[in-house]
C-alpha cells in the first residue's frame, strides 16, 4: 500500500545542518527568523516557552517534541522571561555545540536540544504546504532517541555519514509527524491522514496519481457525500480536494523533469495527463516556467554542482 506522507518526507529530501545543546539558566530570552527553513526541539531537561508566529505560545516540558516543517519568527524563553526592557546576553559557547544562555550565575535548569535541517528538494516550499506548519508531540521517548542519534551522528565523521544522516533525518520527520494527534495538528496531510474516511481518499490519489479523479469518485472512495467530503476535506487537509491532487501531481512532475525521466509527453502521461500541451500549460501556470525550460535549467544547474 502506498504511504502519501512516507512519499512526501523521501521527496523533500532532508538533510542535517546543525544541531545544538542549549542549556538555560533562567530568566533569559532568544528570539530568530529562520526565512522558512526547517526546525525541531526536544525538551531534555525542565521546561520553557515557545512562540511562533501566526500562534499562540505554547508551554514546553520534558520529553517534548516541536517540528516547524517551515520555521520564520521564533521566540524562546523560560517560564518566568526577563522583563521587556531587559536584554538577554548572547548565547555563551561551551565547545562541542553545547551553548550557555541566561544569568550567568544562576544554576542550569534547562536542556534543550535544537535542530535545524534542509530539505534537498527544489520543490520543498511545495512540499512541506502539505505538511502541518506546526507540530507538538508530548512524552514520545522514541524521538528523543532519535533526536540524540541525529546529534550524535552529525557530530562524528564516521563512514557514511551524510546517508545514515538523511536516513535518521526520514525516519524523525516521519515519527513526528504520525505522532501528532489530530486535535493537535494544524491542517496538512496529517491531519487529513488521521481521518480514516480521508485518509482513503488521499491514497488512492497517491496510489493512481493517473487517474481522471473527480470530487464524486474520490467521495466514493471515502464512503462520504459530495459535499460532506469536500467540507471535510477543504478543514481537514487545508486545500480543495482537487487542488491537492494538482500539487501532487506537479510535485511528482518536478521530480520526473529534474531526474531527465522520460520527455514531456512521457511525464505528462505519468502524472495524469492525456496529451503534452494540457500538461506543459497547467506545469507553466503552476510553476512558472515551461516544463522543457524547467528540465534543462534543473539539470543544468546538476551539472554545475
Not at 95 to 106: K, L, Q
Not at 206 to 215: C, G, L, N, S
Request: proline share 7%; with cysteine; glycine share 6%.
Amino acid at each position: 500500500m502506498i504511504d502519501p506522507l512516507a512519499e512526501v518526507v523521501t521527496l523533500l529530501q532532508p538533510g542535517a545542518r546543525f544541531s545544538k545543546l542549549v542549556l538555560g539558566a533562567s530568566p533569559w530570552r532568544v528570539s530568530r527568523s529562520d526565512a522558512g527553513q526547517p526546525l525541531y526541539c526536544v525538551i531534555l531537561e525542565g521546561a520553557c516557552r515557545m512562540a511562533i508566529d501566526g500562534h499562540e505560545p505554547i508551554e514546553l516540558i520534558s520529553g517534548d517534541f516541536v517540528l516547524i516543517p517551515a520555521a520564520y519568527g521564533v521566540a524562546m524563553s523560560s517560564l518566568v522571561p526577563p522583563p521587556p526592557a531587559v536584554q538577554t546576553l548572547e548565547p555563551i559557547a561551551l565547545g562541542n555545540n553545547e551553548f550557555r544562555i541566561g544569568e550567568p550565575d544562576s544554576p542550569v535548569d534547562s536542556r534543550i536540544m535544537v535542530g535545524h535541517c534542509s530539505f534537498g528538494s527544489p520543490d520543498a516550499s511545495l512540499l512541506v504546504s502539505l505538511l502541518p506548519q506546526l507540530v507538538h508531540v508530548r512524552g514520545e521517548e522514541r524521538l528523543a532517541t532519535l533526536v540524540q542519534l541525529v546529534r550524535d551522528e552529525s557530530r562524528e565523521q564516521r563512514p557514511a555519514r551524510e546517508v545514515v544522516l538523511s536516513r535518521l533525518l526520514e525516519v524523525l520527520l516521519i515519527e513526528a509527524l504520525r505522532s501528532t494527534a489530530e486535535t493537535t495538528a494544524s491542517p496538512g496531510l496529517v491531519r487529513g491522514l488521521s481521518d480514516c474516511r480521508l485518509a482513503a481518499a488521499i491514497r488512492v490519489m497517491h496510489e493512481h496519481p493517473t487517474r481522471a479523479w473527480t470530487v464524486a469518485e474520490l467521495a466514493k472512495e471515502a464512503a462520504l457525500s459530495r459535499s460532506t467530503f469536500f467540507e471535510r476535506f477543504n478543514r481537514a487537509v487545508g486545500v480543495a480536494p482537487m487542488e491537492y491532487l494538482l500539487t501532487w501531481r506537479m510535485a511528482l512532475a518536478k521530480d520526473l523533469l529534474r531526474r531527465n525521466e522520460g520527455r514531456v509527453a512521457d511525464v505528462a502521461q505519468r502524472v495524469g495527463y492525456s496529451s503534452a500541451s494540457t500538461f506543459s500549460v497547467a506545469f507553466t501556470r503552476h510553476v512558472g516556467r515551461p516544463p522543457s525550460q524547467y528540465a534543462r535549467e534543473e539539470q543544468a544547474a546538476t551539472d554545475d554542482t
